[in-house]
């Protein structure tokens, strides 16, 4: 079995402060990807980024950026500069190719405050 | 590419009746997920069609089901609605090679209510 939380449930801040959503996984696999999505208050889910366990690169774009560690089993998103737009429900996902089927953390509900 | 589309965007129905959901994925992905979301229990798998056969399911009651088309199109057909069924149905399809680690891209959902 494969387990993400996201111990975060909502998240208010003043826009331009900087924010952390933080996830951790559980897996016994050895491969297995992660992800973010963004889901602002149109339903959609947005993909934001995919990383694989071998790849524990921190990703870095725009004012996005992702510190992955095997070593806590986490992988947080950071949002440097909050804007408004940032606004929604962020989630944090994993699949492993064992366990072939994507498991989504509950989400973590961002506010940023103009 | 156009991304994925899923009709109708907003659907009620009362208790009884059965409802049917249709999914296009994005152009060339072959992989289709369907994803059950209220807020009491989040997101939930509820199946995976690939090449118009199911590859996955997730624990849901046999009142719903789903089927994938030769051009890819899915539907999803929930029957005998029960008030618990309100939801998001969301429907995400994987790249081209439908490798079950590829990227999700997800549609804009369809909301369901039960009355």
């Known amino acids: 079995a494969q387990k993400v939380t996201q111990a975060q449930t909502e998240i208010s801040v003043v826009e331009k402060e900087d924010v952390t959503l933080d996830c951790v996984y559980e897996?016994?696999?050895?491969?297995?990807?992660l992800f973010w999505y963004k889901q602002p208050p149109s339903g959609e889910l947005v993909f934001l980024i995919r990383?694989?366990?071998?790849?524990?690169q921190n990703e870095i774009s725009g004012r996005y950026s992702w510190n992955f560690q095997k070593s806590t089993s986490s992988f947080n998103f950071t949002i440097t500069a909050s804007q408004v737009v940032d606004s929604a429900v962020y989630f944090c996902?994993?699949?492993?190719?064992?366990?072939?089927?994507?498991?989504f953390g509950t989400g973590t509900k961002l506010q940023v405050i103009p | 590419k156009a991304g994925v589309t899923q009709t109708p965007r907003y659907l009620i129905k009362t208790r009884g009746q059965q409802v049917t959901l249709s999914c296009s994925p994005i152009?060339?992905?072959?992989?289709v997920s369907w994803y059950q979301q209220t807020p009491g229990q989040g997101l939930q798998f509820l199946f995976e069609?690939?090449?118009?056969?199911?590859?996955n399911k997730g624990n849901f009651p046999g009142r719903f089901s789903g089927r994938q088309f030769s051009n890819s199109r899915s539907e999803m057909n929930v029957s005998t609605l029960e008030l618990g069924d309100s939801a998001l149905y969301l429907c995400?399809?994987?790249?081209?090679?439908?490798?079950?680690?590829?990227?999700?891209?997800f549609g804009p959902g369809t909301r369901l209510t039960v009355l």
């Open positions: 995400a399809s994987r790249g081209e090679r439908g490798a079950i680690t590829d990227t999700q891209y």
């Open positions: 897996t016994r696999d050895t491969t297995y990807y």
């Open positions: 990383r694989n366990s071998f790849d524990e």
């Open positions: 996902a994993l699949i492993s190719g064992g366990y072939q089927k994507v498991t």
């Open positions: 152009s060339g992905h072959r992989s």
């Open positions: 069609y690939f090449s118009e056969t199911q590859r």
